[in-house]
T-cell receptor
Framework: GDSVTQMEGPVTLSEEAFLTINCTYT??????LFWYVQYPGEGLQLLLK?????DKGSNKGFEATYRKETTSFHLEKGSVQVSDSAVYFC??????????????FGQGTTLQVKP | DAGVIQSPRHEVTEMGQEVTLRCKPI?????LFWYRQTMMRGLELLIY????????DSGMPEDRFSAKMPNASFSTLKIQPSEPRDSAVYFC?????????????FGPGTRLTVT
């Protein structure tokens, strides 16, 4: 079945460090891929998305490229800030499959950025 | 648009009491999702609706949980009777099918504490 695997956290970085959070997926069709972010005490917010192979999603300095050949969608940021401390979820949707309408989420990765 | 609205934001109740959580999706969205988030189990999809019809309730933990969507602008999640292990943050999310990628928009959540 469709699934998403994320690197385990927590990830602890110093301010201005480079961030990578790995995400790989398994899907029966042609998925759309997402990164959601959850700040403390809040709901999940869409951070970025990509709907087809080789698309790059970007937002707030974060980027992720849809790599069909490696079934990956790794999240990167060149210089993290303390305000980026949050939980990051990778997710996919496969319209037209038995999971139509659903998002399949990874387990989440906690990022802690220290000043 | 006000986004997805959930009420109450916090609920504290005693074991055995009935709890009702409420959700108003974004106008025009035809999918509605209920999630539960705990430290131990992470983010779990409980049930989702399409055009007010339940599509998949396989995530509902047991018969004590029920969800309804009487119209396109309102849904409830009811727990009766409540137990301490139901303590969690419950999120409602909505999406619409016109877009190809089924991205979901989350509410702020209801933090439920059962004592």
């Amino acid at each position: 079945g469709d699934s998403v695997t994320q690197m385990e956290g927590p990830v602890t970085l110093s301010e201005e460090a480079f961030l990578t959070i790995n995400c790989t997926y398994t899907a029966t069709g042609y998925p759309s891929l997402f990164w959601y972010v959850q700040y403390p005490g809040e709901g999940l917010q869409l951070l970025l998305k990509a709907t087809k192979a080789d698309d790059k999603g970007s937002n707030k300095g974060f980027e992720a490229t849809y790599r069909k050949e490696t079934t990956s969608f790794h999240l990167e940021k060149g210089s993290v800030q303390v305000s980026d401390s949050a939980v990051y979820f990778c997710a996919l949707s496969v319209p037209g499959s038995g999971n139509t309408g659903k998002l399949i989420f990874g387990q989440g990765t906690t990022l802690q950025v220290k000043p | 648009d006000a986004g997805v609205i959930q009420s109450p934001r916090h609920e504290v109740t005693e074991m055995g009491q009935e709890v009702t959580l409420r959700c108003k999706p974004i106008s025009g969205h035809d999918y509605l999702f209920w999630y539960r988030q705990t430290m131990m189990r992470g983010l779990e999809l409980l049930i989702y609706f399409n055009n007010n019809v339940p599509i998949d309730d396989s995530g509902m933990p047991e018969d004590r949980f029920s969800a309804k969507m009487p119209n396109a602008s309102f849904s409830t999640l009811k727990i009766q009777p409540s137990e301490p292990r139901d303590s969690a943050v419950y999120f409602c999310a909505s999406s619409f099918t016109i877009q190809p990628s089924y991205e979901q928009y989350f509410g702020p959540g209801t933090r439920l504490t059962v004592t």
